[in-house]
T-cell receptor, first 112, second 112 residues
């Protein structure tokens, strides 16, 4: 049982480059989330999805785009990376009933 | 906009002592989550509190929820070194109930 899997685990980008982070869950969960974690700031919600084909903005959506074409996958895109996007990114998913969210192992992204 | 505040942000305590971490939130909610994070790792679910007056216990940790006061507490009894970690609370907004907003975390260090 894989749970929530994030790809890649580590990445270094140059300023202006683009990339896509993949989050895959095998629990048939409706809700999926992308967070970023920075020192002293906890987890901040970037975008989230309440079902296949739907997305919504969180607290810090600027500079990111997302897509949820399949229920099990939630993609986070950076079109033109900036050093301010250096962070650890976590994906999470949960079911429609109010149970806990399950987190992926994180992606450490450095933009130079 | 839902705000979640934790205090203290840092806590250093001796083994064997008791202490409490507080989580305050700004708008109505009846769903609160506690997570643990070890350095460099993902988040692990500890408790899900779903109603006013809910209390849950696991080992030396006990969590409670007071929805009227918009307050949750995480109580640590007779702390041991293995409990050293960062603890986060997260609140689900009642409106739509989709978003999980996290506190900034409490870094707990248990000193032998």
């Amino acid at each position: 049982n894989a749970g929530v899997t994030q790809t890649p685990k580590f990445r270094v980008l140059k300023t202006g480059q683009s990339m896509t982070l993949l989050c895959a869950q095998d629990m048939n969960h409706e809700y999926m989330y992308w967070y970023r974690q920075d020192p002293g700031m906890g987890l901040r919600l970037i975008h989230y999805s309440v079902g296949e084909g739907t997305t919504a903005k969180g607290e810090v959506p600027d500079g990111y785009n997302v897509s949820r074409l399949k229920k099990q996958n939630f993609l986070l895109g950076l079109e033109s990376a900036a050093p301010s996007q250096t962070s650890v990114y976590f994906c999470a998913s949960r079911s429609g009933t109010p149970l806990e969210a399950f987190f992926g192992q994180g992606t450490r992204l450095t933009v130079v | 906009e839902l705000k979640v505040e934790q205090n203290p942000l840092f806590l250093s305590m001796q083994e064997g002592k008791n202490y409490t971490i507080y989580c305050n939130y700004s708008t109505t909610s009846d769903r609160l989550y506690w997570y643990r994070q070890d350095p460099g790792k993902s988040l692990e679910s500890l408790f899900v509190l779903l109603s006013n007056g809910a209390v849950k216990q696991e080992g030396r940790l006990m969590a409670s929820l007071d929805t009227k006061a918009r307050l949750s507490t995480l109580h640590i009894t007779a702390a041991v070194h293995d409990l050293s970690a960062t603890y986060f609370c997260a609140v689900a907004s009642n409106f739509g109930n989709e978003k999980l907003t996290f506190g900034t975390g409490t870094r707990l260090t248990i000193i032998p």
